[in-house]
């Protein structure tokens, strides 16, 4: 298992920005490819970013493109998504998650190991 720890969600006005961090501990990530999902209420879960292992490639859905950032630290075995001019329809519960592959995905059933979640809320 590889846990992984979601945190820095919270409240924000639209047009502010946040940063998420994804921790995983007992274990390192690296060489695995890393996403972020988002579900918001009565939805289903959606794709927003991913990051390969080891070039870095990133890829990101149409919705947050030019203004989410995905990024590793891998000497600090942590994985980031920065959310710049955040909308209300960002509002979900946002889940970080782990391939047991360095290849890169979109799709949620090629992630094995999921966080819990943070709360992302924009208010307009």
């Known amino acids: 298992q590889v846990p992984l720890v979601e945190s820095g969600g919270g409240l924000v006005q639209a047009g502010g920005s946040l940063r998420l961090s994804c921790a995983a501990s007992?274990?390192?990530?690296?060489?695995?490819?890393m996403g972020w999902f988002r579900q918001a209420p009565g939805k289903e879960r959606d794709f927003v970013a991913a990051v390969d292992w080891p070039a870095g490639n990133t890829f990101y859905a149409d919705s947050v493109k030019g203004r989410f950032t995905i990024s590793r630290d891998n000497a600090k075995n942590t994985v980031f998504l920065q959310m710049n001019s955040l909308k209300p329809e960002d509002t979900a519960v946002y889940y970080c998650?782990?391939?047991?592959?360095?290849?890169?995905?979109?799709?949620?059933?090629?992630?094995?190991?999921w966080g819990q979640g943070t709360q992302v809320t924009v208010s307009s």
């Open positions: 998650a782990a391939r047991a592959t360095g290849i890169l995905a979109t799709t949620g059933n090629e992630f094995r190991y």
């Open positions: 007992g274990r390192t990530y690296n060489y695995y490819a």
